[in-house]
């Protein structure tokens, strides 16, 4: 008996798979610029999860709707969640920060499981891609960017470390410990030509429709070949 294909059925996320193994997920909450809430980075590990046990996918392009890939973690909701409480002086502090860790460690694993998944994840950022945008982008495989699309690790300028994937895969994927450095220390804004020039983009494209266009072509490139092959070439 076959098992029953995995429901994509999200709140903030639409996703259609295509008959030749590309699914694309985009990130739909443009009335607040794709910012990230609880309910936005829960579905995204949950969609990605299920995306590594589909085996009708074999690559995957991420992008986002409207004027933006995202404006960063929602700061509205964050002031009322866990991350915004103000602590219960009553309660004892080592207690309070051992379940806050356990939720930072659930938002670090929503977002891994972009890098975690077997597929290829081909990302097309457009405008701006702000705070845990740098997260979700540098977790693909694959970066390509419309020519308008900039890049900012904001966190400091809240008061925050980048701590959900930034400060630990950016090295990596630039090779430039010193570029790192300055994005993250400074929260400067990086365009699309710089970004490209230090290795963060493979490709930049004219606008948003053409980075689609070619996330999507290259994601069928990939499908077309060897599952076993591509899955060993990820992650050994």
């Not at 903030?12 to 798979?17: C, E, F, G």
């Not at 295509?18 to 809430?37: C, F, I």
């Not at 860790?101 to 499981?113: G, H, K, M, N």
């Not at 979700?136 to 470390?161: L, N, P």
Request: proline share 4%; aromatic share 6%.
């Amino acid at each position: 008996m076959t098992a029953a294909a995995p429901s994509y059925e999200f709140k903030v996320l639409k996703v259609d798979i295509a008959a030749d193994g590309v699914a694309h997920v985009v990130v739909n909450r443009p009335e607040a610029l794709n910012a990230y809430s609880t309910q936005t980075w829960t579905e995204i590990g949950q969609c990605f999860g299920q995306i590594k046990r589909d085996g009708r996918v074999r690559s995957v392009v991420l992008s986002a709707a409207g004027r933006m890939f995202t404006a960063g973690l929602d700061l509205k909701e964050a002031l009322t969640g866990p991350l915004g409480k103000r602590p219960d002086p009553d309660a004892d502090a080592a207690r309070r920060g051992y379940y806050h860790r356990l939720f930072i460690l659930e938002f670090q694993d929503a977002i891994s499981a972009i890098e975690a998944c077997d597929k290829p994840v081909v990302v097309a950022v457009h405008g701006g891609c702000l705070g845990i945008g740098i997260d979700v982008i540098s977790a693909c495989d694959v970066r390509f960017a419309s020519e308008d699309a900039y890049f900012m690790v904001k966190e400091v300028d809240i008061g925050m470390a980048a701590d959900i994937g930034t400060l630990q895969r950016l090295p990596k994927v630039v090779g430039n410990d010193s570029w790192v450095r300055d994005v993250c220390y400074t929260a400067r804004r990086v365009s699309a030509k710089e970004a490209h020039c230090v290795g963060l983009l493979s490709r930049v494209l004219p606008s948003k429709e053409a980075a689609v266009d070619a996330a999507v072509e290259t994601a069928r490139a990939i499908a077309a070949k060897s599952p076993v092959a591509v899955v060993s070439t990820k992650h050994l």
